[in-house]
């Protein structure tokens, strides 16, 4: 039999009535054996995620020794949803030893996984299915990466011959055997871990929206939805702010070919927005797929007369930024100039006037200028390289719209082409090409 592996985020286990219709949703579908989930989100408006509340458990373990106060709201959740959904299991037992272990542990990671740990083993009692812990099937190796090796063959050991499996997402163990977290939205990852580990057929994904859409609808009145897209353009677009889906978690799948399916929990009807390898992906006909950005980036920009010719030149810079241990999002250089882009919250003062002198001092740059402010705004697609004048009609736009740009950046695959603009003018930029490639 096929299998297919759901995932279902926060808000798909904020409460009972979700749950409910959740557990409807997965019984449906023979097909689907293999059920990830996450740490229950919000219900309402000012609700806070489980997740924040075990944060604030940790906090509390710091500097009392003792979690009560904090856990109690934790308590009280998981409590009543065990009460709505009318399930047998003894939460109350469940909870203590949660609560003793996290004091035991000490540990934030394993403070923070205790959400989705606790999400697993309700689900799994309500569907009536194997329980099987992240704690014994996800490992990391000692770089902190994933054993892939290791993970998938214990993922597919666990899960064998049973009808229904549910796995907590977001966690696994190091080689110390201490519970260590992926970054938030983590439990994306471990459901394309689990499709990769007993070769899925289709790894679905879902959330509250349904599927992708072409911009941002926070900026777009009713964009458009994509149908379908590549795992490269997801990567894109993921990785410039379009959160649907956590960038990482298409590399286990990617090396197996496995689709994912981006469907919305309160609309299980919906279409949905299919994810597949690039080999596979069938042009839609528009020349964009999707456009994505993100704010508050600053761009230092060093200028020399024959950067180019100059050994180790740009080995120099990124020393500097490398000595304070900061990120670089993109290099954009040209035959005398480089600009840096480092995201604004990773830079302060102190840091920023250390990185402009040690660069000064390391190659006495004829001009070096600092811009603050600036946004980052990527239009995605595949079509981009097969038609002539995109880039030019992407800039008319622009233009038209009265915006300056501060910085392009265009890889050499021509999937995207990354612009910087000033964050005041973000808003007005994806606007300006959305109704480019969009309404025309």
Known sequence: ??????????????????????????????????VVVSAPGKRYSGDKKITDLLYACFNELKSTGGIQKSFAPVRARFTGIVKQLDLKLDIGAVLDATEKRIIEEGSIDFTASRGEYLSAVIMAEALGAKFVDAENVVFFDGHGQLDGDKTYKAVSSAVAGTKRAVLPGFYGVDVHGKVKTFSRGGSDISGAIAARAVNANVYENWTDVSGFLACDPRIVDNPEQIKSLSYKELRELSYMGADVLHSESIFPVRKANIPILIKNTFRPGDEGTTIVPTSRFIQSGNVVTGIAGKKNFTVIYVEKSLMNSEIGFMRKVLSVIEDEGIPLEHIPSGIDTMSLVIPGDALDKERLTRITDGIKKAVEPDVLRVIEK???????GHGMSSSVGTSARLFKAMAEAGINVKMIDQGTSELNVVV??????????????????FKK
Not at 8 to 34: L, Q
Not at 374 to 380: K, P, Y
Not at 420 to 437: L, N, R, T
Request: glycine share 6%; charged share 30%; with cysteine.
């Open 1 to 34: 039999m096929a299998i297919k592996v759901c995932k279902f985020g926060g808000t798909s286990m904020a409460d009972a009535n979700v749950i409910a219709s959740v557990k409807k949703i997965i019984v449906s579908d023979r097909e689907r054996r293999v």
């Open 374 to 380: 600036v946004a980052l705004i990527a239009t995605v």
């Open 420 to 437: 910087g603009v000033k964050d005041d003018d973000y808003e007005s930029c994806i606007k300006a090409i959305y109704k480019e490639f």
